[in-house]
């Protein structure tokens, strides 16, 4: 009789094989228990990068999902968790050539999950030294293609009727004010002050990064902007 932890090694493996190769696990309650598994795994993407389901099609987004799940099958029961490299997994798929902004799409919808699951934090005083860095719960980042435009298009459908992006870069931000996760398109002034915050520095240090880098930005509007929306935080 196996030990506890080769059964539970070949339970795991059977989960992930096929009928036929799924000895001695042919039971037809662990049939049903595998296609429950592969089912949540499925949705549970669905569920993380919607945004990807409604551009290829549920039936596509199904076999890409087992695809993925028959190469990196989830590692903890908490499916928010799963999935974090679906973007880069998609980014190396040669179908995905068809629609190049497919991967950055998925990120963004990456990203609303994790400013809307990430903790929170306050703000401190506002002082001339005072350190400036990056809210938990943002995220932002900078695209080759006009990714941030599609998104938005189908998180907000009214604005489908009319989707012709120019093909150019464009930079995305999240934030979240309670419960709710907001987005906006960011220029590359903005997204130069997000990286030089990524680390808690002086507001100082902030200014002078992004006056370097973009002599033209109004750097003070961008802060009060940015920590407006919740994006940045002074303490």
Partial sequence: ???????QR???AALMADERSAR?????????YRN???RGAVEGLRAAYPTVDMLVGDE???????DYRGERPPASPVLSDYGADFPSYLAQQPW?????YLADVAKLDRMWLETF???????????????????????FGWFMTPAMTIWQAHREPQQLVELEPDWREEGALFTRMGNVVRTKPIDAACHRLLLACSDPATLSECVTAVAEAHPNANVPELLRSCVASGALIIQ
């Fill in 1 to 7: 009789m196996p030990d506890l932890a080769s059964f």
């Fill in 10 to 12: 070949d339970f795991a």
């Fill in 24 to 32: 001695p696990f042919r039971s037809p309650a662990f049939a049903v």
């Fill in 36 to 38: 429950t598994s592969a």
């Fill in 60 to 66: 596509m987004f199904t076999q890409v999902a087992l």
């Fill in 96 to 100: 995905t050539c068809e629609l190049p």
């Fill in 117 to 139: 699951l990430a903790a929170g934090a306050e703000n401190g005083r506002n002082a001339p030294q005072s350190r400036i860095m990056l809210h938990p719960a943002a995220r």
